[in-house]
């Protein structure tokens, strides 16, 4: 994040009666920097899937998921516990399975009349792309 000092005039001061503008221009100026980057990150970590050996190379790839999903608690359930690994990948990585996040208002794509939830042991057809994701 790029961070523009105070605009300063030569002698490094500024005038008393330029201050409160000085000073919500910068903390304007922090706020666009600050939600830009963390909207350029979000939309670089963020992948769709539909298929469950995509949805846990994914989830190892520390990213976040839609994919479709029936909406079913213990379908959700079996996701966290089967996406879980044995053990670190990486050092100091979370193992830990993923869960739901929330369901977007924009959907990535049309959900068709044969899309499946993306767990593999799930023949119910999906009702939504759900965000997954594991805490870190």
């Known amino acids: 994040m790029t961070v523009l000092p105070l605009p300063l005039n030569k002698s490094n001061s500024v005038n008393q009666a330029d201050i409160e503008d000085i000073i919500q221009e910068t903390l304007e100026r922090i706020h666009h920097d600050m939600y830009n980057k963390a909207k350029k990150?979000?939309?670089?970590n963020m992948a769709v899937t539909h298929s469950w050996s995509e949805f846990n190379a994914l989830l190892d790839k520390q990213k976040i998921i839609q994919a479709p999903f029936c909406g079913d608690?213990?379908?959700?359930?079996?996701?966290?516990?089967?996406s879980a690994r044995d053990q670190d990948l990486e050092a100091g990585a979370p193992s830990m399975g993923a869960k739901s996040l929330c369901i977007p208002f924009d959907q990535p794509m049309e959900l068709t009349a044969d899309t499946k939830c993306v767990y593999l042991e799930c023949d119910q057809p999906a009702k939504y792309y759900t965000l997954f994701g594991r805490s870190y």
């Open 41 to 44: 990150e979000l939309h670089a």
């Open 73 to 82: 608690g213990t379908c959700e359930g079996k996701i966290k516990k089967d």
